[in-house]
């Protein structure tokens, strides 16, 4: 199983936070460093000192570690336009030395659309903007060199695009689609995604959105594997205390968290994690959400890592 460290900056991160969470990550043994893309805060917190925007944060963390990936959960197919974000994500790549991983979703949240001036068209055109960024992205990264990159979609329309530059393999970085929906989510992530990640369900339900996904897999024809994954918050402890301390922190109830979340001792998360693991995910994202206890990391590498 890997565990990925997944971050909230919108709740209130400077760079120099992340870039932290980041090192110490990779110090620890992590698979990797994953960050959100958002540019408002959620719930009652102060959100200071603001947003960081996603793909500048990797791109500076891309110098500055040398082993983990790096990725999103999930950039706004809103927020960018494809030809730019393809070239965006295919720099910080090359800076990385192929280190980043794409994750891209449709957007969702309507306020922070409001609050910088961000067009929010209805979820069915979301989805429409989101299926024709995946095929012109991808598309842009896995034209021959040499050669132009051509679309005329609904939304969006390029033309004799040099479709430069290149990421470091020739395929682009894995794509990753998540969510919960049971018609678009799963066709779209049987034809673009190499990763389908479920967002913090309980693990029953994880299992269902797996089965959706495996099931549209089959009807597309698809034979290439798919990387299954889900994202939990988390908050482990080595006593009771401990743990209440940590939920305290982020705003949260011990009962609730063991229930929606990875909480608990850490025999408690290897549990739960295997869980999850006999589902067929190979991948869990570890939501931390109080970004200056890195106690809370190291506990998680030496009581939880080595041990799942």
Same mark, same amino acid.
């Given at each position: 199983m890997?565990l990925?460290?997944?971050t909230?900056?919108?709740?209130?991160a400077?760079?120099?936070?992340? &870039?932290?969470?980041?090192?110490a990550?990779e110090?620890?043994g992590f698979?990797?460093?994953y960050?959100?893309? !958002?540019?408002?805060? $959620?719930g009652?917190?102060s959100?200071?000192?603001g947003?960081t925007?996603?793909?500048?944060?990797?791109?500076?963390?891309a110098?500055?570690?040398?082993?983990i990936?790096?990725? =999103?959960?999930m950039?706004?197919?809103?927020?960018?336009?494809?030809?730019?974000?393809?070239?965006?994500v295919?720099?910080?790549?090359?800076m990385?030395?192929?280190?980043?991983?794409?994750?891209?979703?449709?957007?969702?949240?309507?306020?922070e659309h409001?609050?910088?001036?961000? #067009?929010?068209?209805?979820?069915?055109?979301?989805f429409?903007r989101?299926?024709?960024?995946?095929?012109?992205? =991808?598309?842009?990264?896995?034209?021959?060199a040499g050669?132009t990159f051509?679309?005329?979609?609904? !939304?969006?329309?390029l033309?004799e695009? #040099?479709?430069?530059?290149? #990421?470091?393999?020739?395929?682009? #970085?894995p794509?990753?689609?998540?969510?919960?929906?049971?018609k678009?989510?799963?066709?779209?992530?049987?034809? !673009?995604?190499?990763?389908?990640?479920?967002?913090?369900?309980?693990?029953?339900?994880?299992?269902?959105a797996?089965?959706?996904?495996?099931?549209?897999?089959r009807?597309a024809?698809r034979?290439?594997? $798919?990387v299954?994954?889900?994202?939990?918050?988390?908050?482990c402890?080595?006593?009771?205390?401990?743990?209440a301390?940590?939920?305290e922190?982020?705003?949260?109830?011990?009962?609730?968290?063991?229930?929606?979340g990875?909480?608990g001792?850490?025999a408690?998360?290897?549990?739960?994690?295997?869980r999850?693991?006999?589902?067929?995910?190979?991948?869990?994202?570890?939501?931390?959400?109080?970004l !200056?206890?890195?106690?809370?990391?190291? &506990?998680l590498?030496?009581?939880?890592?080595?041990?799942?």
């Open positions: 890997r990925r460290i997944f909230e900056p919108q709740q209130g400077s760079y120099e936070t992340l &870039l932290k969470v980041a090192k990550a110090e620890l698979d990797a460093f960050r959100s893309d !958002h540019f408002l805060k $959620m009652d917190v959100g200071e000192p947003p925007d996603a793909w500048v944060t990797l791109g500076a963390l110098r500055e570690t040398s082993r990936r790096l990725g =999103t959960l950039t706004a197919a809103t927020f960018r336009l494809p030809g730019p974000l393809a070239i965006a295919a720099q910080v790549d090359q990385s030395g192929g280190r980043v991983d794409f994750g891209v979703g449709t957007g969702w949240f309507d306020a409001t609050a910088y001036g961000i #067009p929010f068209p209805s979820l069915n055109e979301r429409e989101l299926e024709e960024q995946l095929e012109i992205v =991808t598309g842009l990264w896995r034209t021959p050669e051509d679309y005329d979609g609904r !939304h969006y329309r033309a695009s #040099p479709a430069l530059p290149k #990421p470091v393999r020739p395929e682009g #970085p794509v990753l689609i998540g969510g919960f929906g049971a678009r989510t799963p066709r779209l992530a049987a034809a !673009h995604a190499d990763e389908y990640n479920v967002p913090f369900h309980q693990v029953d339900d994880t299992g269902l797996f089965d959706r996904v495996r099931a549209a897999c009807d024809g034979t290439r594997p $798919m299954y994954s889900a994202a939990q918050v988390v908050c402890g080595r006593d009771e205390a401990e743990i301390r940590r939920a922190a982020i705003g949260r109830q011990v009962p609730e968290l063991r229930e929606n990875l909480a001792t850490p408690e998360l290897q549990d739960k994690i295997g999850f693991a006999e589902l067929g995910a190979e991948t869990l994202y570890l939501q931390v959400l109080d !200056h206890d890195l106690d809370h990391l190291e &506990l590498a030496t009581e939880v890592l080595g041990k799942v």
